[in-house]
DNA sequence: ACATACGGAATGAACGTTCATTCCTTTTAT
DNA sequence: ATAAAAGGAATGAACGTTCATTCCGTATGT
């Protein structure tokens, strides 16, 4: 196994492992043993497990990103914009589980608060597409007039709610109903 | 120090920290410390942790749905109805974040996930008000036509996701702010 | 009224386990 | 032959839980 089949092994099994069973569910001795590599390997990559950890969601990021801006329109309306990204992402969500599950675990983790702390205070960053979105839509009077965390809240609160619930078996999604829940979430956030 | 107020001191210790800092945050050592008791003594009025944890899963439910019921009239159109129950909830979040911080690690732990698989799949009782109400609304035609599942996404995602914001400080919600969302809530929700 | 005996509540040091990390030996590649 | 990579046993810190002991309020006997 090459240098970098093993970083690989050891990423996917790191993910796997903490996507269902939680960070601390997760040793890291089992993480070695799943990837097929000794306890100390792992060290050669990543300096401790927080590390290891952090490089998962950079990771998670640089494969969500591209796929829900793919045919992504900047010159359409901005309803039909919400629908896109909202249907893509929650369609992302649905068929990567484990992406999923991972970044509820991080999100849920003290990590994932100081990283939303980071990333709403430092609102400078025109990289987010969200944002943008949403700032328009407040100003061209299409969306309500709420400070945008809120406006965030009541967009992505239902998603990632509806995709925990379809990944958890508590409901089964289909393309009509994904469509129905992001027209749902729109009417939410709609004037 | 009595016996009552003795468990009691370690119920309030237990939520403070599990609310703070998650249940792997809080040890027990750690609980009994704050609670000014010794560590063997929390073993005298719960059998383990796990046992502590549902307990006061337990205790929070049962002040929680009176605070939330209080004034619930049943008589009114099913709008004010969702109205009364979502402010009062989002109300209840806001004046006492660490039941909602707790709230929140429960959902998130493997017993919360199985709590909420038993709530779902044991669909008989007839105590779960806000089920009446959706069901209700989907029979009158007032709510849009989805599976309860779904609507529960739209309706809780946001107020989750808005109280933990407040919380956390990334937004401050008055008293305007909490009947807007809870509004946007209803958009999202009404047929 | 006082001293003594009793029993359950409380204690916290100690135990066994689990974990992240390190360290040293062995393997592999050049 | 040498250096880099890999392996996994060893390490020590942290945890939940246990248990022999202490403490204290009450009952008993004088």
Redesign the interface.
């Known amino acids: 196994m090459s240098k970098l089949d093993k970083r690989d092994e050891v990423v996917k099994a790191a993910l796997e492992l903490i996507a269902e069973h939680?960070f601390?569910g997760a040793p890291m001795a089992m993480i070695a043993n799943r990837a097929g590599v000794g306890a100390g390997t792992i060290y050669r990559y990543f300096e401790n497990k927080e590390v290891l950890i952090a490089e998962l969601y950079r990771d998670l990021e640089e494969r969500l990103f591209p796929v829900i801006l793919e045919k992504y329109d900047q010159e359409k309306p901005i309803r039909e914009k919400f629908m896109h990204l909202g249907t893509a992402l929650l369609r992302y969500f649905i068929e990567n589980p484990l992406d999923f599950r991972y970044l509820?675990q991080f999100h849920?983790?003290?990590f994932g608060?100081e990283h939303?702390?980071d990333k709403?205070l430092g609102e400078k960053e025109g990289c987010d597409i969200f944002r943008d979105l949403f700032e328009d839509g407040i100003s061209q009077q299409v969306l309500?007039e709420?400070?945008l965390?809120?406006l965030?809240?009541?967009a992505?609160?239902?998603?990632?709610?509806?995709a925990r619930?379809h990944i958890?078996g508590?409901?089964t999604l289909d393309e009509g109903?994904i469509i129905?829940?992001i027209e749902?979430?729109w009417?939410?956030?709609?004037r």
Chains 1, 2 share one sequence.
């Open positions: 939680g601390h509820e849920n983790s003290p608060v939303r702390r709403i309500k709420l400070p965390v809120i965030f809240a009541l992505f609160g239902p998603i990632l709610a509806v619930d958890l508590f409901v109903l129905a829940t749902a979430c009417d939410g956030i709609r």
